[in-house]
């Protein structure tokens, strides 16, 4: 199954394959360089495919954790100041996504949709320690009656170049289901209250929509 923000990048990149098979042909009979092409057509495929796949995720709904939003490896844990929306000291928890990483952001707890702003920017590398504040990027805080209010920040990267947000001030949303979709490497940040319990620790290789990330007891 693909991602729907992948069906034009999808088709394009079938036209492309298929005309650089055809002229593969054409252009020379030296057999070689037509399998160099074959291989090159087919890697590009690969990669868009891989790139917007979209596979089935069983989500547990539990109100007393709160989920991995995205597939990735958690390289920052620490306590920041978030400036945009609370303004002050949260708990912040931010994962990296590879290219080779599965791209679709989903909800980590349900809740209403307090906030939701997008912000254009660079496109720093997305484990730059100014990439939360400088790059294109979302900021969408979800209500949740165990957690209060928990942001999220979708942020690109270098080759990261659209960030697609689904949340909408004032909607119900269910943890677990899609939340949006980032283009080619990025990461997303999560701010949570101080003093959360967290499920997970450093360098921990986290799926999103499963992998639980806090937990309230």
């Known amino acids: ?8 990048s ?25 399998y160099i092409i074959y291989g090159i057509a087919l890697f590009l495929l690969i990669i868009i495919l891989q790139f917007f796949r979209n596979p ?18 958690v390289v920052v844990i620490e306590e920041v100041f978030e400036k945009e929306y609370f303004q ?37 590398v997305a484990w730059h320690p100014k990439a939360s504040e400088e790059n294109e990027r979302t900021t969408i805080v979800v209500e949740n009656k165990t957690f209060g209010e928990i942001l999220y920040r979708q942020i690109a990267g270098a080759l990261a170049k659209r960030i697609v947000n689904y949340a ?16 080619f490497g990025s990461r997303v940040d999560l701010f949570l209250p101080l003093g ?11 799926k999103g929509g499963e992998t639980i990330v806090a937990i309230n007891e």
Request: proline share 3%; aromatic share 10%.
């Open 56 to 73: 089935k995720r069983y989500t547990a709904q539990n109100e007393n954790h709160i989920i991995a939003p995205v597939d990735g490896k």
């Open 88 to 124: 002050d000291k949260r708990l912040q928890v931010s994962i990296f996504m590879s290219p080779i990483n599965v791209h679709v952001t989903r909800y980590g707890l349900s809740g209403l949709v307090k906030f939701s702003k997008y912000h254009p920017g660079k496109f720093l």
């Open 168 to 183: 909408k001030e004032g909607t119900q949303v269910v943890q677990g289901t899609d939340a949006g979709f980032i283009k």
């Open 196 to 206: 959360t319990k967290l499920d997970i620790k450093l360098n921990d290789v986290v």
């Open 10 to 34: 999808i088709l394009i990149t079938l036209f492309v394959v298929v005309t650089l098979f055809l002229g593969a042909e054409y252009v020379t009979n030296n057999q070689i360089i037509q």
């Open 1 to 8: 199954m693909f991602h729907k923000e992948g069906h034009q």
